[in-house]
């Protein structure tokens, strides 16, 4: 069941990325009206904001974009680093909202950060306790009782779970910074501010289904706990 679950918001995650790079590619053809990079627009809106210890880069990949309060850079794919379009002008400036969130200590990011470590050994634990369960059942059930191994399962369920949601609204909250902010400075027109909030929309449906699935892998091992323990 467990295995049918994943798959399921598997496929859903599948379908959301690819909608989000199908609506990015799209929205990447056409010029923006203002004719910045996201670069440039991501130097602008920090420093309409008064931030000057943070670094704008650019990275490989495709929808690698984030900022990094470690090092305070704000990392752009090359796409977006030197594109000029809609699509661009979304990314960067919502990467620049987390940049903003860090610089005023909005609390959900903060909390968000404080978690990291934790989120990180809980997915390690959980991976080496499926792979363990997989190759070698018998032998690990005879060292970890089942409801025990369960336990652990639910605790780092329960941990990513509360990242997952926790993150909603810090990725919420700078996607909703960066587009007021490109609609007061007039970065896009009418039509361009759409097709940016659309494409932030489509990026936000993956954290919405990460939490979703979490929660529901949460809810489906803590019914198999009460089972296993019903049937003692």
Known sequence: MAMIIGLFFMAIGWFVQSRLKSKFREYSQIHLS????????????????????????????????????????????????????????????????????????????????TLVPIQNASATVLNFIFIALFFGSFLFRSILPIETALLIIIACYAVMSLFAIITLPVEFDASKRALAWVKTRSIVTPGEYDMAQDSLKWAAMTYVVAAIGSITMLIYYVLSYLGVSRDE
């Open 34 to 113: 203002k004719d910045l990079t996201g670069a440039e627009i991501a130097r602008l809106m920090l420093a309409d904001h008064g931030i000057r210890d943070v670094q704008v880069i650019s990275v490989q990949g495709e929808l690698t974009d984030h900022y990094n309060p470690a090092n305070k850079t704000v990392n752009l794919s090359e796409g977006v680093f030197q594109g000029r379009n809609a699509a661009a002008a979304a990314v960067a400036s919502h990467e620049c909202g987390h940049a903003v969130q860090h610089a005023t200590a909005y609390s959900m990011l903060e909390l968000r950060s």
